[in-house]
């Protein structure tokens, strides 16, 4: 655990990035045919993953996720308490300019990917300023993404007909992207 401290975009995206090569060499998978998918600190590995390796992932769902790293210090779980600054700073590091480069919102250029950007407006882990600020930088650039917010959900949705219609979006990207329909994804490297 302590080996991934200070290590965000670093040696732990890389091992993400490692077991994704190795599944495709097995052939577990096929090159062109990935999407990364992840909630929180994976919803940011999701975005983080198609910044630093663009021509490997053919899309990308962040769910709730971290998108600013920087942001997460000031406006994330706990950032109001002494302890918990301290606790994401010992696992961020201080580095201002180091957590800017690897934050995705700060990566768009690179991107190739399609995008599903999933967020609650009553997150307090992740607060939805992280998802705004992602698809304010994607807006800028132009870029196609696609949004789920629902205003009532938390750090995950948990009412029924929000959840339904999260994985219906989720199931409809994926085929968009790497299923039947993943041919022509807008996206595709």
């Not at 655990?1 to 040696?11: D, F, H, L, S, V």
């Not at 995705?104 to 991107?111: A, C, G, K, T």
């Not at 807006?139 to 993404?145: L, P, V």
Request: net charge negative; proline share 3%; with cysteine.
């Amino acid at each position: 655990m302590a080996a991934g401290y200070r290590e965000w975009g670093g040696k732990m995206q890389d091992d993400v990035t490692d077991a994704t090569q190795w599944a495709i060499k097995q052939g577990i998978t096929t090159q062109g045919h990935v999407c990364i998918f992840g909630g929180s600190y994976g919803g940011y590995a999701a975005l983080e993953g198609v910044m630093k390796e663009p021509d490997l992932y053919r899309c990308a769902i962040g769910y709730v996720g971290v998108y600013d790293l920087p942001l997460m210090l000031t406006q994330g779980d706990g950032s109001e308490n002494t302890s918990a600054r301290s606790f994401w700073r010992s696992r961020l590091g201080n580095d201002e300019q180091a957590l800017s480069a690897a934050s995705p919102v700060n990566q768009v250029d690179r991107l190739k990917a399609s995008v599903l950007l999933i967020a609650g407006g009553k997150d307090v882990r992740v607060p939805p300023i992280h998802a705004q600020h992602m698809r304010a930088a994607l807006d800028k650039r132009s870029i196609a993404y696609e949004w789920l917010y629902k205003a009532d959900e938390g750090h995950g949705f948990y009412d029924e007909k929000n959840n339904a219609e999260l994985l219906q979006r989720v199931t409809q990207f994926l085929d968009r992207n790497i299923g039947t329909g993943g041919s022509v994804a807008a996206g595709s490297p």
